[in-house]
């Protein structure tokens, strides 16, 4: 049974702002302090804090966006088990004890909340309440993927009935609701060039719908007033979201002063939000984020795209060289020298990120340059030193490798060609006693 706390909607809790007594008056005026918060920071160089809930197996994905671009720092925690297995019930459930916010205040210090494939089950109602809370009377902005988080029913309708769903623009109990829900809907992705819409998508139209010229996903069903940033076009007319044949992709609106998301998709193997299949999915994460952090989004998104590939290149080359680094130190090898270089790029790195948050872009890109020709010559130094200390080891394995067969090719030519070890018997007493014609 819910604490009498937990159950109060927001119309309730306007009512008990105006009619109860100080205490509520106090959060309440600290509530419009918080919903101002975000919007003076629009131009700041400080970071968005996200607090992401997502399926096990999503963990790597979101982990890479957060670490991708500078302006985006966060807490992952796993909140729904794999289908490929691996991960445990108590896993996600210590994880949760010691990740998820502890306070109500803790919560709201986080700027965005995405929730990904979730399983609601393992959010108490008290939870729940302090993240709708959040939404509705903090303005912390939020997403959500899946349609109504999962093709499983017994998933969707655990989102579908709780508090939190009524903040985000799909009409998760209609959608379940429709007989073709668990059935993925295929068609052309098409992005919404309406100038009146916030550009989360717009500028990267071309290149989104070139590298995706069909898209399946769970069916959405918008609510009235939100904005549509893509569709998917099918042959069915009956799907009419928001025009006849078409189903809302991603789309978002207005929930009291929070701005929230929903994406139709938003699994392991989700093309649109693969790098590697869609070249812009981090530029469409991060403005998906800015926007409901109520940031402003930049204007030059092509540009910004570039110099966050760049980020996001001295990220993985920094897993890379650290590789080869522990590598050669197993057999010895001093990395001293190669880490003391790898301090000094990873400083200018930090200076590129500073540059990237105050928006000075063509000056971070420059310095990315810098980075990026002085990583790959630590990278030539770390494999050439690696080279030099596994040398010793391949003379090692040549010499046992010759050293064996030789062994094992004198042996057999003694053994069994020259038979320098066998002697013939000349006389025994069975042959003796046959000349003799004796019995046996």
């Known amino acids: 049974m819910k604490h009498p706390e937990t159950v109060l909607d927001?119309?309730?809790?306007?009512?008990?702002?105006?009619?109860?007594?100080?205490?509520?008056?106090?959060?309440?005026?600290?509530?419009v302090i918080c919903l101002v918060l975000p919007v003076c920071w629009a131009g700041s160089p400080s970071t968005i804090g996200v607090l992401a809930m997502v399926n096990a197996e999503l963990m790597p994905i979101v982990r890479g966006w957060i670490l991708a671009d500078p302006s985006i720092n966060g807490t992952i925690i796993p909140l729904r088990e794999p289908t490929t297995g691996g991960v445990e019930v108590g896993f996600i459930e210590r994880m949760m004890r010691i990740y998820y916010p502890k306070t109500f205040e803790a919560l709201v210090s986080y700027d965005f909340m995405l929730l990904q494939g979730v399983d609601?089950?393992?959010?108490?109602?008290?939870?729940?309440?302090?993240?709708?809370?959040?939404?509705?009377?903090h303005g912390l902005g939020a997403a959500n993927t899946r349609s109504a988080m999962s093709m499983h029913l017994y998933l969707a309708e655990r989102w579908a009935t709780s508090v939190l769903s009524e903040a985000f623009p799909n009409d998760a109990m209609a959608a379940i609701r429709n007989p073709g829900y668990a059935v993925?809907?295929?068609?052309?992705?098409?992005?919404?060039?309406?100038?009146?819409?916030?550009?989360?998508?717009?500028?990267?139209?071309?290149?989104?719908?070139?590298?995706?010229?069909?898209?399946?996903g769970l069916l959405t069903i918008p609510k009235p007033g939100c904005r549509i940033h893509s569709w998917i076009k099918t042959d069915r007319p009956e799907y009419a979201y928001p025009l006849a044949g078409c189903i809302a992709h991603v789309f978002e609106w207005d929930y009291e002063e929070a701005v929230t998301f929903t994406l139709m998709d938003g699994t392991r193997d989700d093309p649109f939000l693969d790098a590697n299949v869609n070249p812009f999915a981090l530029d469409v994460v991060v403005n998906v984020i800015w926007h409901g952090s109520h940031r402003e989004l930049l204007e030059d998104a092509v540009k910004v795209h570039v110099l966050r590939d760049r980020l996001w290149s001295f990220a993985q080359a920094r897993s890379l060289a650290i590789s080869v680094f522990d590598f050669?130190?197993?057999?010895?090898?001093?990395?001293q020298s190669l880490y003391r270089e790898l301090a000094s790029l990873e400083t200018k790195k930090s200076r590129a990120d500073a540059m990237y948050l105050e928006e000075a872009f063509d000056q971070a890109y420059a310095l990315m340059d810098?980075?990026?020709?002085?990583?790959?010559e630590l990278t030539s130094k770390s494999i050439r030193l690696k080279d030099q200390t596994l040398i010793w080891v391949h003379m090692v394995e040549w010499l046992a490798v010759v050293g064996a067969s030789v062994l094992c090719g004198a042996s057999i030519w003694m053994l069994m060609v020259k038979r320098k070890l066998y002697v013939e018997a000349g006389v025994s007493r069975l042959s003796v006693q046959e000349r003799r014609g004796m019995p046996k």
Do not use: C
């Open 10 to 31: 927001h119309k309730d809790r306007k009512k008990a702002w105006r009619e109860g007594p100080s205490r509520l008056r106090l959060i309440g005026a600290l509530s």
């Open 120 to 137: 609601m089950a393992f959010l108490s109602p008290r939870q729940v309440q302090w993240m709708y809370d959040a939404i509705a009377v």
């Open 184 to 216: 993925e809907k295929w068609g052309k992705l098409v992005v919404n060039d309406d100038p009146t819409i916030p550009p989360v998508m717009r500028p990267f139209k071309r290149d989104i719908e070139a590298a995706l010229p069909t898209y399946g």
């Open 328 to 335: 050669a130190e197993i057999f010895g090898a001093n990395t």
């Open 370 to 376: 810098e980075v990026m020709q002085g990583f790959s």
